[in-house]
């Protein structure tokens, strides 16, 4: 049914979280909701996160988990609409759902569950939902906004820019959040790829060509981020939790340091080794920490031979120890918007009210989400955002 209403109370345009969360909210207060998307189905974000398992919240989320020029602006929205009230509705729709580490919440079966409760709760708001529509021109006029789009226009009191960033473009990602947030005057703090891979130097590849699929637990530190999860090693460079979330404080020509060993001082411990087992090789010792394949690599690239642990001294050992503990590493780049998860940057919190999402230059006029500058940890914190920003706006569009 390609037909459009003429008029609505209130037109979202982008059919992700944010956009179907905001939907269900407007709806339920006795509004009418159209939303519109320029893909194919609704909700392809959140069916490939996690693995096709949705990370949908994170049972510890608070305003230290998310990154804006204004740290404040998240803080209003995340208290009035919190993960337990996301849980409590999940659990609503008997969505079985575990914790996975560190108070991430995924679905037990698939992100499909998700997709489904989002678009259950539009179906008893009445919020009506359009695909493969795109939008061809926003204007103001005396009372809302005049769409026009490729099924037809639209007039509405309320118009909600639900888009997000630019993040993996083959999902449907554009830059038309903020094409519109220019063309209403607003400013665009400067986006960029977060929660992203590395990338690495040919020669660095070459070094560690044998490492793909390799994965150990680190502490990546760049600036003033520091985490302490997985570091995967892939063809292209680094990856893993901990490489993702350390990638949002690089910038380029940055280097990345890595603890290798992130709960030991591996010269302590090496000279413990000696002491309870003196006869054992370097490189079995070293195979209690890591994989046998990570031990070779570390101990050539280095140029660190192994043998008895008797015949090292004390200050070889804690020389051994500190090569080991620590890697460098400035990254050739990322993976850029292709793989990212989020976009860090987006429209800039200044011009939005922080209880409402409203623009506070153009009334009837809302960034909920991605597209705004708010990005969250990796961990179901950037979904949390989406919920809270949506809810905030849906109860007042």
């Not at 069916?47 to 230290?64: A, H, K, Q, V, W």
């Not at 997985?230 to 292209?236: G, N, P």
């Not at 003196?278 to 192994?306: N, R």
Request: aromatic share 8%; hydrophobic share 40%; with cysteine.
């Amino acid at each position: 049914m390609n037909d459009l209403p003429q008029q609505i109370d209130v037109l979202i345009i982008g059919a992700g979280a944010a956009g179907l969360m905001c939907a269900a909210v407007a709806g339920q207060r006795g509004r009418s909701v159209l939303v519109l998307d320029h893909a194919n189905k609704v909700g392809k974000k959140i069916l490939m996160s996690g693995g096709g398992r949705c990370n949908f919240t994170n049972m510890y989320t608070s305003p230290e988990n998310f990154y804006s020029e204004n740290p404040h602006f998240c803080k209003s929205a995340l208290a009035r609409y919190t993960q337990w009230d996301f849980i409590a509705l999940v659990e609503k729709h008997g969505i079985p759902y575990h914790e996975k580490t560190l108070g991430q919440l995924f679905c037990d079966n698939k992100s499909k569950d998700i997709v489904d409760l989002l678009l259950a709760e539009c179906r008893a708001a009445k919020a009506q939902i359009r695909t493969r529509c795109s939008i061809e021109s926003v204007q103001p006029q005396d009372t809302g906004y005049l769409v026009e789009t490729s099924l037809g226009t639209v007039r509405c009191k309320s118009l909600v820019i639900a888009t997000g960033g630019l993040s993996i473009p083959t999902m449907g990602a554009t830059g038309f959040g903020y094409d519109v947030a220019r063309q209403f005057g607003l400013r665009i703090v400067p986006t960029r790829a977060a929660l992203v891979p590395f990338t690495q130097h040919k020669r660095q590849l070459q070094r560690q060509q044998d490492l793909p699929g390799s994965a150990l637990p680190v502490t990546a530190s760049c600036g003033e981020g520091s985490f302490h999860e997985q570091m995967l090693f892939t063809h292209r460079g680094l990856s893993g939790p901990a490489v993702l979330q350390v990638s949002s404080h690089w910038r380029e020509g940055e280097a990345v340091s890595f603890d290798l060993a992130p709960d030991r001082d591996l010269a302590e411990w090496l000279a413990q080794q000696r002491t309870e087992k003196p006869d054992a090789h370097l490189h079995t010792v070293l195979c209690g920490l890591w994989s046998k394949k990570l031990v070779h690599h570390f101990l050539t690239d280095k140029g660190i031979e192994s043998r008895p642990l008797k015949q090292f001294s004390s200050p070889e050992l804690a020389e051994i120890g500190a090569k080991l503990q620590t890697w460098e590493l400035v990254p050739a780049g990322t993976e850029g918007y292709r793989t990212a998860e989020v976009t860090l940057g987006g429209v800039d919190t200044d011009a939005i009210s922080s209880r409402t999402m409203e623009c506070k230059t153009h009334p009837g006029l809302y960034f909920i989400g991605e597209v705004l500058d708010v990005t969250g940890w990796l961990g179901g914190y950037n979904f949390q955002w989406a919920w809270s920003s949506a809810h905030a706006a849906g109860e007042v569009v």
